[in-house]
């Protein structure tokens, strides 16, 4: 069965600061992979998204997510976080062929230090 | 233009009584899916209707819950007799056949 695995429960960075979130996933088949974010009392907002093609993908926000086959990682980065980046990050793998049945890992939660 | 309307937003109900989730979807959206976010977990599938399609269930976790989507557009999540675990927030979200999901802001049920 497919699985997400976002290692890190918190995670507190710097304004300013450059940032990754890591998610690992298991799935036996090409992935369709995704990444939302959370805001409090929101609902989820798609970031960026991976089909196919270029490995490295751009999101909205400044956001780029880097996939790695070999290490069955989808890799969050942002060069300079800023204060309203404060949320939740949900990595996500699509396990039917639509790519539109989601499983999601446990989220991490992300603080900006001033 | 409007996107996935949830209603209510906040819902508080006493153990045992029965509740309705409504959730309207983007128009012409073919894909609709409710999920389940409990406090400091991730997102569970519950259920997902695709067009006309058999929905599938296989995400619900017991036969107190239900779904449906009426004329292929507004969806109605059920849970009768209600437990203190089923306290959480409940998401829908809808889509194209093949593009992106879009959350509503979702109901967060309270169980007393």
């Known amino acids: 069965a497919q699985s997400v695995t976002q290692p890190d429960i918190h995670i507190t960075v710097s304004e300013g600061a450059s940032l990754e979130l890591r998610c690992n996933y298991s799935?036996?088949?090409?992935?369709?992979l995704f990444w939302y974010v959370q805001s409090p009392g929101q609902g989820l907002q798609l970031l960026l998204k991976?089909?196919?093609?270029?490995?490295l993908v751009q999101g909205i926000k400044g956001f780029e997510a880097e996939f790695k086959r070999s290490q069955s990682s989808f890799n969050l980065r942002k060069p300079s976080v800023h204060w309203n980046d404060a949320a939740e990050y949900f990595c996500a793998v699509g396990v039917n062929n639509a790519g539109n049945m989601l499983t999601f890992g446990g989220g991490t939660r992300l603080m900006v230090k001033p | 233009g409007a996107g996935v309307s949830q209603s209510p937003s906040n819902k508080v109900t006493e153990k045992g009584k029965d509740v309705e989730l409504r959730c309207d979807p983007i128009?012409?959206?073919?894909?609709l899916y409710w999920y389940r976010q409990s406090l400091g977990q991730g997102l569970e599938f519950l259920i997902y209707f695709q067009g006309n399609s058999a929905p599938d269930k296989s995400g619900l976790p017991s036969d107190r819950f239900s779904a449906e989507r009426t004329g292929g557009s507004v969806s109605t999540l059920t849970i009768q007799r209600t437990q203190q675990e089923d306290s959480a927030v409940y998401l829908c979200?809808?889509?194209?056949?093949?593009?992106?999901?879009?959350f509503g802001n979702g109901t967060r049920l309270t169980v007393t």
């Open positions: 128009s012409g959206h073919t894909a």
């Open positions: 799935y036996g088949a090409t992935p369709y």
């Open positions: 979200a809808s889509s194209l056949d093949r593009g992106p999901l879009h």
């Open positions: 991976y089909f196919s093609g270029d490995t």
